[in-house]
């Protein structure tokens, strides 16, 4: 079994910046999807950024030049630093892995993070 668990939300003013950290594990596979998705109130969960050892890195269009997300296969954690945080950010913050072997999919219990105005 995989377990994932976040770290690192709060509230932060607009403009500023803050870092989130997953730890990971079970039977991680560097070549796996691990990412970040966030859920605001009343809408739906998005991907945020997502990555793989191969170093393919995805970014929703809001977020790209403000977050970045890294990872560190031997500790087998997943970091997303954030910069110029906006109110609209205000989320549910969730760590992800996608196990490719079993298509199954794990999931963190979330870190809230508050932009505020």
């Known amino acids: 079994q995989v377990q994932l668990v976040e770290s690192g939300g709060g509230l932060v003013q607009a403009g500023g910046s803050l870092g989130l950290s997953c730890a990971a594990s079970g039977i991680i596979r560097s070549t796996d999807v691990m990412g970040w998705y966030r859920q605001a109130p009343g809408k739906q969960r998005e991907m945020v950024a997502t990555?793989?050892?191969?170093?393919?890195?995805r970014y929703e269009d809001s977020v790209k030049g403000r977050f970045t997300i890294s990872r560190d296969n031997t500790k087998h954690t997943l970091d997303l630093q954030m910069n110029s945080l906006k109110p609209e950010d205000t989320a549910v913050y969730y760590c992800y892995y996608r196990d490719s072997r079993w298509s199954k999919d794990y999931w963190g219990r979330g870190t809230q993070v508050t932009v505020s105005s």
């Open positions: 990555t793989t050892s191969v170093g393919s890195t």
